[in-house]
């Protein structure tokens, strides 16, 4: 039986996570050596989709429920009284699919633990100004420092860590609750909740959340799998932990709900590249712990 000790690390992304979708749909066996999962935003609807055993139908599920949008954003919209953005209501029901059907049931019978990285909001800020100063720092560090990994000026401006074992999720529905929080990101999808706190995108504290795994004893490497090509000198091997980008950029952006066809490009790039990052990777879990 193989020896678990890894660490699997699931990146934000938006719709690029779904690059890590097509990683491991050929890594499957990778799973059987894992010891704990850390993720955030849309790489734990990645993981969600691969555990379930749904991914395939749930891929389908979102093209159809998707199959009326044709623009991202709508200015008009809101002074008709409708949302500015159509993703929360799909993004929802794609979650549903996802874990219905036993799918919620073989997440919960996991055995290691799915920790889902959210955002507690500052303390004293209201949540529409924390969300505009957490998407405008989020965006600038990024734009400022391009080949950052680990963004710091979330935590900066008082934005802390909660994390949640999707497993412990009584029902299938707090289990969506869960990762809409940890993708909240207004005005695509709104403010979370999560036992009566207020949360956002756990990409406002690490898009890269494999921190979450530093101080678990049963956890000797960590693999990180990311959305979004990086410079060569921050990828690959670095310590204790594997970095794996995209070699070139996923054709699909973020939140572009008009598109399925990049989103199964992106999808197909990252079964195509797991063969070319397949030799590092195995070299990397033959090391001693």
């Not at 954003?73 to 209501?89: Q, R």
């Not at 969300?131 to 000026?153: C, F, I, M």
């Not at 598109?259 to 195995?282: F, K, M, N, S």
Request: with cysteine; charged share 20%.
């Amino acid at each position: 039986m193989p020896d678990r000790r890894l660490g699997l690390v699931f990146a934000g992304g938006g719709n690029r996570a779904f690059y890590q979708l097509g990683l491991m749909q050929v890594w499957q066996d990778v799973w059987a050596q894992t010891a704990a999962v850390a993720m955030c935003s849309a790489g734990a609807c990645v993981v969600a989709m691969l555990l379930s055993g749904r991914a395939e139908a749930t891929a389908d599920f979102w093209k159809r429920r998707r199959a009326h949008v044709r623009r991202n954003i709508n200015w008009l919209h809101p002074l008709m009284g409708k949302p500015l953005a159509p993703h929360a209501p799909i993004y929802r029901d794609t979650l549903d699919f996802c874990l219905a059907e036993g799918g919620f049931e073989r997440l919960r019978a996991q055995p290691f633990p799915l920790l889902v990285l959210t955002s507690r909001l500052p303390a004293g800020l209201p949540p529409k100004a924390a969300t505009l100063a957490g998407l405008l720092a989020y965006n600038l560090e990024k734009k400022l420092k391009p080949g950052l990994v680990h963004p710091t000026w979330g935590r900066r401006l008082g934005f802390r860590p909660a994390v949640f074992d999707l497993r412990r999720c009584p029902t299938a529905a707090d289990a969506t609750a869960l990762i809409l929080a940890s993708s909240a990101t207004p005005p695509f999808t709104p403010l979370g909740r999560v036992d009566g706190q207020a949360l956002l995108d756990g990409g406002l504290v690490d898009n890269i959340p494999a921190f979450v795994l530093d101080d678990r004893p049963d956890v000797a490497q960590q693999v990180v799998l990311m959305s979004r090509p990086y410079p060569p000198q921050v990828v690959g091997r670095q310590g204790h932990r594997l970095y794996i980008a995209p070699l070139t950029p996923p054709p699909v952006s973020r939140w572009d709900y008009t598109r399925p066809d990049l989103v199964e490009a992106t999808i197909e790039q990252g079964r195509r590249e797991a063969t070319l990052h397949r030799a590092a990777l195995d070299a990397f879990l033959a090391e001693p712990a």
